[in-house]
């Protein structure tokens, strides 16, 4: 299946709600966005990365050096308490877009 673009935001709203899980590194998070879509929404390093760091600076995530499950060295992300704060905050936000769109794109229908 083609993959589609993301919504501006909607990286981070996804790297959030991984990071919520438990702590990864970025090719773990990139690929468990991939999975639980079904390959629908996929997760390229010139922006996961921008998007981990933009996150870091804004202390929504943590990161610390660690290692990997082919034991290379990774830089491990986890989620801060503003982070779990946020990710809240924005999965409210979202099911009312969520809503809201399908009405309008559905003409009221079903």
Known sequence: MSSIDFLPGTLDLLVLRILHEGALHGYAIARRIESLSQDVLRVDQ????????????????????????????????TLTAAGRRRLEKELEGWDTFVEAMGRVVRGGVG
């Open 46 to 77: 010139g922006s996961l990365y921008p998007a981990l760091y933009r996150l870091e600076r804004a202390d929504l995530v943590r990161s610390k050096w660690g290692t990997s499950e082919s034991n290379r060295r990774v830089k491990v992300f």
